[in-house]
């Protein structure tokens, strides 16, 4: 019984403690007396006492670091602060733990470097306006670079610019005056397009008076045309009638009190009358006679 117990206590001590699961996205490195032996994949697993070890606990998800921001001169001289984000993955847990010492810092120098070496080819305008460029050159410097090392960058952000005090002045008057400049045209652009439709209204105003206006005219004197022409037709059928009627003299006679009367209404002071006028009872009579017949 005592022998049982005993076998039971060293299960317990021996192996137990060497039953092993590894979680989803983890990965363990083993060792065997001091040499390294194979990688632990999720799931269970039996390490053997006294000869195996764990090197190395390795995750496998993405890892986001962010660096310290870095000081860089560009081309044209001009000292400025950048900070940079890597997104990278361990693709092999035995290349990480044996390929180089302290991996995390060993990145944050090849990207300090790397984004030296970049913007010391660039002037202050291009490194503010061409972060793709510089994000893209910089993966794949890295990308290459820890490939040895089981690592792989998926991504490489620059944070943030950050210029000296007096280029960032500088630029704070450049952007206002441009902000100013740009208010101005559109401005003037207003008002232009303002004075255009201004100009616009008051042209197609005028065209529509003087259209009206030409309209008025046209019908004022349509309708005097036809007021003529009908006080000519009535005169036309007057005289007609007293042709008809034979009365010629007499018609003559009437024209001539006509302009008789005419001459009165003038300022004339003295009135010389014809003696046909002493007949115009008798024509008058006659003609009253004529229309009387006709009836």
């Known amino acids: 019984m005592d022998i049982f117990i005993t076998l039971l206590i060293l299960v317990a001590v021996l192996v137990l403690p060497n039953i ?8 363990y490195v083993i060792e065997r007396l001091g040499s390294y032996s194979q990688t632990w994949q999720h799931g269970l697993h039996i390490k053997i006492p006294f000869l195996d070890r764990i ?5 496998l998800k993405e890892i986001v670091k962010d660096f ?3 000081p860089v001169i560009t081309k044209d001289n001009v000292t400025m602060q950048i900070d940079t984000v890597v997104y990278y ?3 092999d847990a035995k290349l990480y733990t044996y390929g180089v010492e302290h991996p995390i810092s060993a990145i944050e120098n090849l990207t300090a470097t790397t984004l030296r070496n970049l913007i010391g080819e660039l002037e202050l305008d291009q490194t503010l306006t061409s972060r793709d460029i510089i994000n893209s050159k910089m993966r794949s410097i890295l990308d290459e670079a820890t490939d ?12 943030n610019i950050i210029p000296p005090r007096d280029i960032q002045e500088a630029m704070e008057k450049q952007m206002r005056a441009e ?5 101005k045209i559109l401005q003037a652009e207003g008002e232009k397009k303002s004075n255009i439709l201004i100009a616009e209204g ?3 105003s005028a065209i529509l008076r003087a259209e009206a206006k030409k309209e008025s005219q046209i019908r004022e004197a349509e309708g005097e045309a036809e007021a003529i022409l009908k006080l000519k037709t009535a005169e036309a059928e007057g005289i007609k009638l007293l042709k008809e009627a034979k009365a010629d003299q007499a018609v003559l006679t009437l024209k001539s ?7 009165a209404n003038g300022q004339a002071t003295k009135i010389i009358v014809p003696s046909e006028l002493q007949n115009i009872a008798t024509l008058s009579t006659t003609v009253s006679e004529l229309f009387k017949k006709e009836k």
């Open 20 to 27: 092993k699961v590894v979680p989803q996205a983890k990965a």
């Open 55 to 59: 090197a190395n606990t390795v995750t």
């Open 68 to 70: 310290a921001p870095q």
């Open 89 to 91: 993955q361990i693709t």
């Open 148 to 159: 040895p090392w089981g690592i792989k960058v998926n991504r490489v952000e620059v944070k």
């Open 179 to 183: 902000r100013e400049r740009r208010e």
């Open 202 to 204: 008051e042209k197609e």
């Open 257 to 263: 009190f006509e302009a008789l009367s005419n001459v």
